[in-house]
């Protein structure tokens, strides 16, 4: 349906299907090719449909019930002119020529085969009805039958023995399932399109029932319970991660590190933080902690490491606690600012200096010498000082030995 549409398709392959008659390919002007290899096409008047896809150089039509007929070669090459190729085998100059010639005997044969094989087809139809009615009422009576089975009865006593029936129905199935296999894949069929549907519907039964078993196994399993019924939030580590927790003075805040694995996308990380607890999904499973302090959810971040890949959250504590240490730090800090500025005060008075080339000033700093400073204390004792020193040196002798 719709290939028609694509104008610049140039390779059709619809092999291993269940075509039965070639039609809707007017509209490929630039096909240049198209197998049909393994199909159901018996009308082979069908394939005058091609005669306007003038670019056609190859045809496939091996494995089809009309390759059977009589002067099925013939009647191809003679009908489509523009075939280079029909079934990987060249066509001649001369075999186009013999197949032009006898056109009008092998397309009266031709005819005729093609109703004796729709008369056929008709029959072969029918049988593939009857056949799958019966498999339905076969069905049907077997799911009366188990339903028969289950009575009130039996149900209790299937209660009383739970666990030895399970295991019998699981062997029983399996028992039944391949047994059933068996019968399926070693029954003779017709090669028709009813017998190919008939097979694929009944591997795709069996591929859903084996996913429902799964499905029932995967709700079998409990739930893990985060919270219990009393409201008690419990510690959880399903993806079995390490972690870290490090609680933050300095900043007031607590520090969750988890190691999640590198190559993990962050689309597959869902992080929830409450006010006591911490919940991360690492995909679907749950990594729950409670915390030691209550923190503020809405101010908190959460960051990835692109190296390591581990998930950082930063969650600061609800109540806010002053630190002594803050408190010395602040008040040195306001002391030193003191001083700076005091100091800066003072520098800039030294800075100023006067250019003496402009301005003639005496040199007050020169004006007492450093000489004649007199040592500490009163005036009154200095000159006592002085004589004593005077008659310490008289009472010395000059003794030429030392």
């Not at 009576?141 to 030895?164: F, I, V």
């Not at 690492?282 to 915390?291: E, H, I, S, T, Y």
């Not at 002053?322 to 005091?342: E, F, G, P």
């Amino acid at each position: 349906e719709n290939v028609g549409k694509l104008k610049k398709l140039e390779y059709l392959n619809i092999a291993l299907n269940n075509i039965e008659r070639i039609e809707n390919l007017e509209g490929c002007e630039e096909l240049k090719k198209l197998d049909l290899t393994a199909n159901f096409i018996g009308e082979l008047s069908s394939i005058e449909a091609l005669k306007y896809n003038i670019h056609l150089k190859e045809l496939f039509l091996v494995g089809n019930p009309c390759t059977e007929f009589e002067g099925y070669r013939q009647f191809v090459v003679a009908t489509l002119h523009q075939l280079k190729c029909l079934d990987s085998k060249e066509i001649e100059r001369s075999e186009r020529i013999q197949a032009l010639q006898n056109y009008p005997e092998v397309k009266q044969k031709i005819r005729e085969q093609e109703q004796a094989y729709l008369l056929k087809r008709a029959r072969e139809k029918e049988e593939a009805q009857r056949r799958m009615q019966e498999k339905k009422d076969k069905k049907q009576k077997q799911l009366e039958s188990k339903l028969g089975s289950d009575r009130p009865d039996s149900l209790q006593n299937k209660e009383n023995h739970q666990a030895e029936g399970v295991r019998k129905q699981e062997t029983w199935r399996m028992v039944e399932d391949d047994e059933e296999d068996r019968r399926f894949w070693e029954e003779p069929t017709p090669y028709t399109p009813e017998s190919r549907l008939e097979t694929h519907r009944y591997i795709e039964e069996k591929r859903r029932a084996k996913d429902n078993i799964r499905e029932s196994k995967k709700r079998e399993k409990p739930l893990r319970t985060l919270v219990t019924a009393e409201g008690k939030v419990l510690n959880v580590n399903v993806p079995k991660l390490q972690f870290s927790l490090k609680d933050d003075e300095e900043n007031n805040q607590i520090i969750l590190d988890l190691a999640v694995y590198r190559h993990l996308d962050t689309s597959l990380l869902d992080v929830d933080v409450q006010p006591t607890y911490i919940r991360v999904l690492v995909k679907g499973k749950p990594f729950q902690l409670v915390l030691p302090e209550e923190v503020k959810p809405d101010s908190s971040s959460a960051k990835r490491s692109q190296t390591t890949g581990h998930l950082v959250v930063s969650m600061p504590k609800a109540k806010e606690i002053i630190l002594a240490k803050q408190k010395v730090s602040t008040a040195i800090k306001d002391s030193d600012c003191n001083t700076l500025q005091k100091n800066a005060r003072s520098r800039q008075v030294e800075k100023l200096e006067v250019d003496p080339s402009k301005y003639s000033f005496p040199d007050v700093t020169k004006i007492i010498q450093e000489k004649e400073r007199v040592g500490q204390g009163p005036i009154k004792l200095q000159p006592e000082k002085t004589a004593e020193t005077k008659k310490s040196y008289v009472d010395l002798e000059n003794n030429e030995d030392v």
